[in-house]
Structure formats: C-alpha cells, structure tokens
C-alpha cells in the first residue's frame, strides 16, 4: 500500500522558521543545493514542473506554484486542482515514466532522494533537470517548503504556508496548557503488529498533539511489538490512520489476547486520523497535529 510504503518520518526539531538562504541569494539566478549535495543553478524560476511526491505536490500548490506544475505521480490527489494534471506514474522509481516526464519538456523534476534514486541517471542522460528533497523532521519540512518557495519564486507563498503550520501547532499546544499527556498508541499494521518509534513523524505529531507516544523509547522508525507489549504499556488511546480502519474497531482490539484489560479499549478511546495528513511531508501535518489534540482533548 503505497501510504504505508512511502513513510517520511518527522521530528519537530524547531518550531521557528530558519532561513535556509540568505535574502540576497533569492533573486534570480541562483544556486541551491538539493539534499544530495548537488547545485542546482536556476536564471528564472521554471514554469514546467514535474512533481514525483504527494506531499511536493502539495507544498507546490499551496505557496501559489500550482500553475507551475505540469505533471504528477497517480497518488498526488491533494488538492482536487492536482488531479488535471498529467500523470507520469506511480511514486516509486520503477513505476515512474520517464517517456511521459521527457515529453511533457518539463524544466523542473522534484525528486525523493530516497525513492527515486534509480531515475537520476535517467534524468542525467535526457538532460532533464531535477531537484532531490528528503525532509525528516519538521525542521526540515519548514526548510523543504521555504525552498520550494524560492525554486519557484514563491518565496512569501512559502513563508505564509510556514507561518500557518506554526500558528495551528501553537494554538494546540496553548489548548493544552499543563494537562498530562495521554499514552498512545499507534497502530501501523496489525499483523505482524507495527508501531511507531520516536523517530517519526507520526511519534512527534503525537506529542505535539498533548500525547505521549507508548513507544517513543525505541529508536527504530517501524518497530515490530509484541501484543504483550501493547497490554503493560496500558495506552489510554489506541490511534491509526483511517486506511486502517476495520482493524482497529472495539470488538476487533477486544479480541485480541488480554486487550480488553487496556484502558483505551475499555472506555472505547479508539480514533482515526486521515492518513495523508500524517504520513506525507506537506502542509497538512499541522492540521495532523490538530487532529490528534482533538482526539485527546475534545474540540
């Protein structure tokens, strides 16, 4: 499954907004490296971009670089505006079709570095340029933002779109105040059982949401956890994205060896946030956050 495949883990190292350029270097033309190291040189912003990532796609659009934007993967389906465009593929690498890329002349490919590494000899030989993102943290999504910004010349597009992510974190931490964090846990997959560590972006939404994350302790992005596990580390929430939804019903987690000692299923404290807000590296991670804070604390 594609949303479960494409994880971008995130944690918030920031909540300001760090320059990732000099003002003077934002004018045209310019050269920005991308997160392999390469510099890219731009003399004027381009104006036929090829997104290979959903949640580019979704940065791209909302700083005001929509009609920038020619071509996007079949999983780019944010916002509805997306959905015009010509779609060149999958999202991972072998399902991308260069073909497509090279005929719509596109002067602009935003690639995953992780994903898409197989493409760039490709890109290389047609002489098509591209830029390679791969944020970890929110720190980093701040930064890929604002530099999409100015790959575009969209630069207080992407400050706004910043400033509204920090703005919605900050209420929710302000409706928190000093009320104790629940215990949570998310739920992945459910055979075999996979949580999420504290590397992720799902474990930091989660804190940043008023809760604490069960299995924030384990450095492993995706652990594998046992049922034991889940039922000593007695989560007042049991949370998953809603392309898991059947799997997580009361009765279902009820069945499941000792659960129904856990206090979330006991007081049916069982929610589902939408996926794509959480497990994509765009603008509406801060509207995860939010999601989450509503779980826990009403709205």
């Not at 002349?105 to 994903?115: C, P, R, Y």
């Not at 987690?253 to 929610?271: E, F, T, Y």
Request: proline letters at 6%.
């Amino acid at each position: 499954m594609y949303i479960k495949t494409v994880l971008c883990c995130l944690i918030l190292l920031s909540t300001s907004l760090t320059g990732v350029f000099p003002e003077e270097q934002r004018d045209f033309p310019l050269s920005i490296r991308d997160v392999l190291g390469r510099p890219v040189t731009l003399h004027t912003p381009p104006q036929r971009i090829v997104s290979l990532s959903p949640g580019v796609t979704e940065i791209l659009f909302a700083i005001g670089a929509g009609d920038q934007v020619l071509g996007v993967t079949e999983y780019c389906n944010y916002p509805p505006e997306a959905a015009s465009r010509t779609k060149v593929g999958g999202f991972s690498g072998i399902t991308v079709n260069i073909e497509t890329i090279a005929r719509l002349k596109s002067d602009m490919v935003i690639i995953s570095a992780f994903m898409h590494g197989r493409l760039i000899p490709l890109l290389e030989r047609l002489s098509i340029p591209f830029f390679a993102v791969e944020p970890k943290n929110f720190k980093e999504v701040y930064q890929t933002i604002e530099t999409l910004g100015i790959l575009t010349g969209n630069v207080r597009g992407a400050q706004e779109v910043i400033e509204r992510m920090q703005e919605k974190i900050r209420q929710v931490a302000e409706r928190r105040g000093n009320r104790e964090s629940p215990r949570v846990f998310w739920e992945l997959s459910d055979e075999p059982l996979i949580s999420a560590g504290s590397k992720t972006f799902i474990s930091e939404a989660i804190r940043l949401g008023g809760g604490k994350n069960i299995f924030e302790d384990l450095n492993e992005e995706w652990p594998m956890v046992s049922t034991e596990q889940v039922v000593r580390r007695k989560p007042d929430w049991i949370i998953a994205g809603d392309d898991h939804g059947k799997i997580i019903e009361p009765r279902a987690l009820a069945s499941r060896p000792g659960w129904g000692m856990i206090p979330a299923v006991r007081q049916n404290h069982i929610a589902l946030v939408n996926a794509d807000t959480l497990y994509r590296y765009g603008p509406r991670l801060a509207d995860a956050v939010v999601s989450i804070a509503d779980i826990l604390y009403g709205k």
